[in-house]
C-alpha cells in the first residue's frame, strides 16, 4: 500500500511550516484544489491540529526514543502527525496510522528509518492506547500520566500539556497567575466558532431568521448585533452569505464588545466642529472596523481606510467593495509618514502590528512564531505610530488605540511613553473610570484583545 495522498499532502505543508513558511497560504491552496469538501476538512485538521498540539506530541514522544530525537523538520513533522492521528482525532484507525506513517517515511525521509518510526510508534499504542483505544477519557488519562514528571513546574507542565510556548505561559503566569493561564490556553485549544457582526441599521432578528432559512442557524450572542453560527460553515458556504448580505460581517465577539467601547468615546465630539470631520483607519485590512465605523460613527464625515501593503489593501478593497458604502475611501498608505496634513482628522482608530498572543487559537503556527522580544520590537512601532496618529488628529480629536495583544510592551508600556512624552495627550475615561480595558480570551467567548481612548487635548485648554 502507498502513501494516503492526503496524508502525503498533510506532511508536506507541516515539513513547510516548520521550516517557517506561512501556513495560511500553503492550506488555503491545499483546501482550494480539493474537489469534495470533506477532504479539505480532513486536511485542515490534520495540519491545524498537528500545529496545534506539537508541544503535547514532543514532550509524549520523548518518553519513547531513546536517543536525541532529530530535529530534522520531516522527521519531527511525520511524528507529531501520526500522533496527532493516534492520539487527537476520534475515527482514525490506530494501525492505519501507524502503516502510513512507515509508507510516509519510505517517501519522506529513509527507507532505512521505517523500522525505528514504526517501533516507537507501536511502544505509543501499547502504552497509551491497547487497553481501549476508543475511549478518550481513557486516553488522555494515560496521556496524563506522561506527564507527571513536570508537575512541579507550572510553567513547564501548563506548556507542554496545552502546547504553548514555554516563555510566553511564564510571562502569563506572573501575571495573571495559574488558573487564568490555564484558562487562557485551554481556551487557545478549542475551536473556533463563526460570529458575525450585523451592521447598523439592519435588524438582527431579520437577518437571524433570513440565515436560518438559507440552512444557517445561527443564535444571539452577547452584543445585540452578534450572531453566533451554531455549525461552522465551509468556505463556499461562508462567502455565499456575506454576498448576499452585505451588512454581515465575520468579526470575533470580543473586538465587536472592544469596538463598540471604543467608540462610545466619540462622545467628546459631540457638539463640536470635530463631529463631522473625516475619521482614519490606520491599519485597516481585512476591514471589520471599517466597517463598523462607517456604519454607526455619528457625524458625516469620511471613513479612510489605509493599509501599508498591496496584498492587504486589495483585501480591505474587497470588503469595502462588498460593503458598497460610499462613505468609505481606501487609501495605501503608511501610517508613519501619511498623505495627509496634521490636524486632518476628528478620531484615528489605531489597530497596529502586534504579537497577536490574543487570537493564539485562530493560528496554530503562530504561537510557535513568536519570539521574546517580538512584543518590544512591535512596541516601538506602535509607540511611533501612536505618536504619527496623534499628529494627523485635529485638537480635541479621539485616538482609539487597539491590539489583539495580551503584552504589556505592546499596549499599557506604549501608552504610557506617550503619555509621558507629549504634553497634548489627555485620557477619556468611560462611566467606570476606565480609559483602556484588557480582554482576556474567553470572555463573551472570544478573543482576547486590548484597547484604550485618548484625546488629543483641545487649544486653549491646560
Not at 503562530?366 to 521574546?372: F, H, M, P, V
Amino acid at each position: 500500500m502507498s502513501a494516503d495522498p492526503l496524508r502525503e499532502q498533510a506532511l508536506e505543508i507541516l515539513i513547510d511550516v516548520y521550516e517557517d513558511e506561512n501556513l495560511d497560504a500553503l492550506l488555503e491552496e491545499a483546501i482550494a484544489g480539493q474537489e469534495d469538501p470533506r477532504h479539505g476538512a480532513l486536511l485542515a485538521e490534520l495540519v491545524r491540529g498537528t500545529l496545534q498540539w506539537r508541544a503535547r506530541y514532543h514532550h509524549i514522544l520523548r518518553q519513547f526514543v531513546r536517543k536525541r530525537i532529530s530535529k530534522e523538520s520531516n522527521e519531527l513533522a511525520l511524528f507529531h502527525l501520526t500522533l496527532h492521528q493516534m492520539l487527537g482525532m476520534d475515527g482514525v484507525p490506530v494501525y492505519a496510522a501507524i502503516h502510513q506513517a512507515g509508507e510516509l517515511c519510505r517517501s519522506h525521509i529513509s527507507r532505512g528509518k521505517v523500522g525505528f518510526v514504526n517501533g516507537v510508534l507501536q511502544s505509543i499504542n501499547r502504552k497509551l492506547l491497547s487497553d481501549d483505544a476508543a475511549n478518550t477519557g481513557h486516553r488522555e488519562a494515560n496521556m496524563k500520566k506522561l506527564f507527571r514528571d513536570l508537575e512541579g513546574d507550572a510553567g513547564a507542565h501548563i506548556a507542554a500539556w496545552q502546547s504553548h510556548p514555554q516563555w510566553l505561559v511564564q510571562r502569563w503566569l506572573e501575571r495573571f497567575g495559574q488558573r487564568p493561564t490555564e484558562e487562557i490556553c485551554a481556551f487557545n485549544n478549542q475551536p473556533v466558532a463563526v460570529a458575525f457582526h450585523v451592521l447598523a441599521p439592519a435588524d438582527p432578528v431579520a437577518i437571524a431568521e433570513a440565515l436560518d432559512a438559507a440552512g444557517l442557524a445561527v443564535c444571539p450572542g452577547n452584543h445585540p448585533r452578534t450572531l453566533w453560527a451554531e455549525a461552522r460553515p465551509n468556505r463556499a458556504q461562508l462567502v455565499e452569505v456575506l454576498q448576499q448580505h452585505p451588512c454581515l460581517i465575520v468579526q470575533d465577539p470580543t473586538v465587536q464588545e472592544a469596538t463598540h467601547w471604543l467608540m462610545e468615546g466619540s462622545s467628546v465630539l459631540s457638539g463640536t466642529d470635530l463631529e463631522n470631520m473625516p475619521v482614519l483607519d490606520m491599519c485597516a485590512a481585512p476591514g471589520g472596523k471599517t466597517a463598523r465605523l462607517a456604519a454607526s460613527w455619528p457625524g458625516q464625515g469620511k471613513v479612510v481606510a489605509m493599509d501599508n501593503r498591496p496584498a492587504r489593501v486589495e483585501l480591505l478593497e474587497n470588503t469595502v467593495q462588498r460593503l458598497s458604502n460610499p462613505r468609505i475611501e481606501v487609501i495605501h498608505g503608511d501610517g508613519l509618514a501619511a498623505p495627509f496634513e496634521p490636524n486632518h482628522f476628528g478620531a484615528i482608530l489605531l489597530d497596529g502590528p502586534c504579537s497577536g498572543t490574543g487570537v493564539l487559537r485562530h493560528h496554530p503556527d503562530g504561537r510557535w512564531r513568536l519570539e521574546k522580544r517580538m512584543p518590544g520590537r512591535n512596541g516601538r512601532i506602535l509607540r511611533k505610530l501612536a505618536h504619527a496618529a496623534m499628529d494627523l488628529l485635529a485638537p480635541g480629536g479621539l485616538l482609539m488605540y487597539a491590539t489583539c495583544s495580551l503584552e504589556p510592551l505592546e499596549n499599557e508600556v506604549v501608552l504610557d511613553k506617550l503619555l509621558a512624552e507629549r504634553d497634548d495627550v489627555v485620557v477619556v475615561e468611560d462611566e467606570m473610570g476606565n480609559w483602556h480595558r484588557q480582554w482576556l480570551p474567553g470572555e463573551f467567548g472570544g478573543d482576547g484583545f486590548f484597547a484604550a481612548r485618548l484625546m488629543k487635548k483641545p487649544l486653549g485648554k491646560d
